[in-house]
């Protein structure tokens, strides 16, 4: 099983960078592929991107390609997701999930384990 904790989100302005960490416990997180996904008030839940923890594959969503980064911090046993030049549309909870094995998805029900959620609101 692997547990995985949220941190880093909260209010910052239009243009701000800011930079979200997902910590991995649990059993090792080379077996698995990790992804981002947020989801905004009265939406469905988006994905934002993932990646592989083995190979280093990574894909990010339409929405913020370009302007936001996943990766893995091996030694810390942790996947940052580093958000560039954020707008309102930002704004939402930010959940980290893992699936097992090393094919990356977008999509959340193949994802089995979650956090939490962190905050993001990002103003104008």
């Known amino acids: 099983q692997v547990q995985l904790v949220e941190s880093g989100g909260g209010l910052v302005q239009a243009g701000d960078s800011l930079t979200l960490s997902c910590a991995v416990t649990?059993?090792?997180?080379?077996?698995?592929?990790m992804g981002w996904f947020r989801q905004a008030p009265g939406k469905e839940r988006e994905f934002v991107a993932a990646?592989?923890?083995?190979?280093?594959?990574?894909y990010v969503g339409d929405s913020v390609e370009g302007r936001f980064t996943i990766y893995r911090e091996t030694a810390k046993h942790t996947v940052p997701l580093q958000m560039n030049r954020v707008i309102p549309e930002d704004t939402a909870v930010y959940y980290c999930?893992?699936?097992?094995?090393?094919?990356?998805?977008?999509?959340?029900?193949?994802?089995?384990?979650w956090g939490q959620g962190t905050q993001v609101s990002v103003s104008s």
């Open positions: 999930a893992a699936r097992p094995g090393v094919r990356v998805s977008t999509y959340a029900w193949e994802y089995v384990y």
């Open positions: 649990g059993r090792t997180a080379s077996h698995y592929a």
């Open positions: 990646m592989s923890w083995s190979t280093g594959n990574s």
